[in-house]
C-alpha cells in the first residue's frame, strides 16, 4: 500500500460482525471491559442495548485501535489479519479516514 492511500473499508455488514466480536472480546475482559464502558460513559446494560448500533460498534472499534496491545490481541484470537479492525471502522458512522493529501 502507498503511504497515502487508506485502507479500503470492507462491506457494512462485515464491518459490524466485527465490531459486535470485538464488543463481546472487550466484555470478556474485565480490566479492559471497565475501561470502555468508562470510556464510552456507559452501563453494562447500555452497551447491551446498542450492540446492534452501528455508530456504536464504530466507538467499540475506536476504543480497540486506541490501544495496540489489546487490537493485536483480538485480532489473533479472533484470526483476524491486524488491519481488519480499522477496515471494519472505516465502514461503520464516522468512520471515513481523512484524506490529508
Not at 23 to 28: E, P, T, V
Not at 44 to 61: C, I, K, S, T, W
Not at 71 to 99: V, Y
Amino acid at each position: 500500500m502507498c503511504p497515502n492511500s487508506s485502507p479500503s473499508a470492507l462491506p457494512r455488514e462485515t464491518a459490524e460482525l466485527i465490531g459486535l466480536r470485538a464488543l463481546g472480546w472487550i466484555a470478556a475482559r474485565p480490566a479492559l471491559a471497565g475501561r470502555f464502558l468508562d470510556a464510552a460513559g456507559a452501563s453494562a446494560d447500555e452497551m447491551r442495548e446498542r450492540a446492534a448500533d452501528p455508530e456504536f460498534l464504530g466507538f467499540v472499534l475506536d476504543f480497540l485501535l486506541g490501544d495496540e496491545e489489546a487490537l493485536l490481541a483480538f485480532a489473533t484470537e479472533e484470526g483476524l489479519a491486524p488491519d481488519r479492525p480499522l477496515r471494519a471502522r472505516a465502514a461503520l458512522p464516522g468512520g471515513a479516514l481523512p484524506n490529508w493529501t
